[in-house]
């Protein structure tokens, strides 16, 4: 298998943010939460983003392999074993530890870990048993 590293995946990552920024935008038009620089959501309208954004994640990989930013450029993901789709479960565990994956900021130690890992794996990978492959 062909494992990717941390450029494809922050390149994926960028075109995964301006899709999920534009669902925000839409949201926060509906919920009233625009501003004149964009949008500023609080409250419930934030935490629907905030589902939104993990349903987006979680949803994609589970049923597609990859989200449209990993799509867009030839990625999948699969189960350590090569075999997928990874599933609901998977998908949810490697999708969670996301947010300590991009801790402190930037995901730097989603970076150290896969620059220090054989199989190119963040913290989510390694718990959920995925790895991230070129098509």
């Given at each position: 298998?062909?494992?990717?590293?941390?450029?494809?995946?922050?390149?994926?990552?960028?075109?995964?943010?301006?899709?999920?920024?534009?669902?925000?935008?839409?949201?926060a038009m509906f919920t009233g939460?625009?501003?004149?620089?964009?949008?500023?959501?609080?409250?419930?309208?934030?935490f629907l983003w905030f589902a939104i954004c993990l349903g987006y994640f979680v949803v994609m990989e589970a049923q597609l392999g990859g989200t449209v930013g990993k799509m867009a450029l030839g990625l999948k993901v699969v189960k350590v074993d090569?075999?997928?789709?990874?599933?609901?479960?998977?998908?949810?565990?490697?999708?969670?530890?996301?947010?300590?994956?991009?801790?402190?900021?930037?995901?730097?130690?989603?970076?150290?870990?896969?620059?220090?890992?054989?199989k190119r794996q963040r913290l989510g990978d390694r718990v959920a048993e995925t790895v991230v492959i070129k098509k």
């Open positions: 298998m062909n494992y990717v590293g941390v450029g494809l995946r922050f390149v994926a990552q960028i075109i995964d943010m301006v899709v999920l920024m534009a669902l925000g935008y839409v949201l939460d625009t501003t004149a620089s964009g949008f500023s959501m609080q409250g419930a309208s934030a090569g075999s997928g789709p990874i599933g609901w479960v998977p998908s949810l565990v490697r999708n969670l530890l996301r947010i300590v994956d991009s801790l402190p900021f930037l995901y730097i130690i989603g970076m150290i870990l896969i620059w220090n890992s054989d």
